[in-house]
């Protein structure tokens, strides 16, 4: 594999006439110190199986497969096909798949065996995909994942922080969750207009039930869509008082403050009552 004589992303992206396309929310990152720290912190390496969603260029592509992991690109923008095709040529261990990877049989791809999920994800989708991840039929074994700072906030902060609400309560009901690295704006091309953040998952051992994640789902979606009400307010079409007494909660207090064992059990306390 002789990535070093392929052209630079920028070349690349110059020789194919290529730029990124709004619509997709794309920003490319071209820098290879940063795509190869990335790929560091996802801690893969030879004989691991790698998932990469919007692998654009393919900057952080190169930086995987120079770790021998083993790769497969899921793009949406076939734009990208024959300067993702360049690299495929030289790099046995890439495999390009191109179609919405909201879509994508991930338990297919990885052909029955554990998978890691690395990439900087579009950011119209993110958050679509890591609940599409962490709730569905397929979990990976672990995701490193490049996000809008806020959105890694939403996932990261506890209860009673300012970003803490249901995206941090399923992520951390199934994961560790920890943030690992910053990006400033400038490091993309185009640069957005908020800075970034690589936050890395590592999926619980004994993750919650179908049944649960369900149930979870639910209790979140109605506690924090009224966050500033009481939960006895918010949770009133799912059994009010009863429930949260049930789940040995106090009526009184926020969601936002609420911690994740707490929504576990109203979730808990909901499905005993069905």
Known sequence: MILENLPTLREALEAHGLMAKKAFGQHFLLDLNITRKIARLANVGEGDHVIEVGPGPGGLTRALLETGARVTAIEKDERFAPLLQEVADVAPGLTLVFGDALKADEA?????????????????????????????PWTPKSLTLMFQREVADRITEGPGEEAYGRLAVIVQATCQAQRVMDAPARAFTPPPKVDSAVVHLKPLAERPSQQRLDALQRITAAAFGQ???MLRSSLKVLGGEDLIAAAGLDPQVRAEVVPVDGFLALADAWLARR
Do not use: D, M
């Open 108 to 136: 297919t791809i990885a052909e029955g065996q554990p998978a890691h999920v690395v990439s900087n994800l579009p950011y119209n989708v993110g958050t679509p995909l890591l609940i599409k991840w962490l709730t569905g």
């Open 227 to 229: 966050r500033r009400k």
